[in-house]
């Protein structure tokens, strides 16, 4: 569980021929054990550093009520174990239990697309009709981070206020790298691809069925792949050692408890060109624990978010 957040009170120095860009991100702010309401974070609790250099948070807004506009996709690996059926119950509680107002719709990786089974909708009916017990054919998705760049490039809305968060069902390993690489190519640009279009990403860990993927090689490194990827974007990785779980229930109670408290930041950063960049957030309050994505886009100051 990871994440950090920054500001700078006054207006960030640029260097030469470097001009101020915008982006925003999502963070996460757990309250602590022994408080259950949400934590109040401010401009003034927060330090960014952009790139390795100071930059300015713009804006801290609690996304609750009206300024929340919810959007969440389940994506599930089609070639995982058919037994991920038995996990059925506690994905429709999850996705019947979002807030009223958020859209949601599952997605399965299918041959390197996230193949959605609905568009993003308030109708829970529409989405859980679309559960499916998976094929079980090892590297049916082909790359979970092929699909997940996908999804991110196809995002189903063009609402600019949306949060976008993703839970990805897989065991994560890469069937068009299928051999550990802390630079796997396609994950790498599965995060590229995720921090332009402002994605959130959890993962849940469940093993195949193949001779490769029953290793535990394969598992030590399709964890690590998606722990990448939720570390880069400001989610989570849940996983319960090589196996797999009993129950994703306490996974998406997490996940849920999450989603209750989280703020989108503005980000004013100096960069010679738009793009994705390094970041780095420090809360300073101490009023919970932080969790923020380690990357982020910075377009020009009119228009601080990617094209969709």
Not at 60 to 77: A, F, G, I, K
Request: proline share 7%; charged share 15%.
């Amino acid at each position: 569980m990871a994440v950090g957040a920054a500001l700078v009170l006054a207006p960030a120095s640029f260097a030469q021929n470097e001009g101020p860009a915008r982006g925003r991100a999502v963070i996460t702010v757990m309250p602590q054990p022994d408080n259950q309401t949400a934590a109040n974070v401010s401009q003034q609790d927060l330090q960014v550093k952009v790139n390795g250099k100071d930059a300015a948070i713009t804006n801290v807004m609690p996304l609750r009520n009206n300024n929340d506009h919810l959007e969440v996709v389940v994506m599930l690996d089609s070639g995982a174990r058919t037994s991920m059926a038995t996990q059925f119950p506690d994905i429709r509680n999850f996705i019947n239990g979002l807030p009223q107002g958020a859209k949601a719709s599952l997605a399965y990786m299918e041959y390197g697309t996230a193949h959605l089974v609905s568009p993003l909708t308030t109708d829970r009916n529409a989405v859980l009709n679309g559960l499916k017990i998976p094929s079980g054919t090892p590297g049916q998705n082909a790359s979970a981070y092929i699909c997940l760049s996908d999804l991110a490039k196809h995002w189903p809305s063009n609402d600019p206020a949306a949060r976008r968060i993703v839970v990805m069902i897989s065991n994560g390993v890469d069937y068009y790298d299928p051999h550990f690489d802390m630079q796997d190519p396609y994950m790498e640009a599965a995060i590229t691809d995720s921090i332009r279009a402002n994605l959130v990403v959890y993962s849940i860990y469940w093993q195949n069925r193949g001779r490769f993927d029953a290793t535990n090689y394969a598992s030590f490194s399709g964890q690590n792949l998606l722990q990448q990827v939720t570390e880069a974007t400001g989610g989570y990785s849940y996983w319960q050692g090589t196996g797999n779980p009993v129950s994703f229930q306490p996974y998406f109670k997490d996940i849920d408890k999450r989603l209750q408290n989280q703020f989108e930041i503005g980000v004013s950063a100096p960069v010679s060109k738009p793009g994705v960049g390094s970041m780095k957030v420090k809360l300073n309050n101490g009023s919970g624990k932080l969790d923020a994505p380690q990357q982020v886009y910075l377009g020009h100051a009119n228009n601080p978010g990617p094209a969709m």
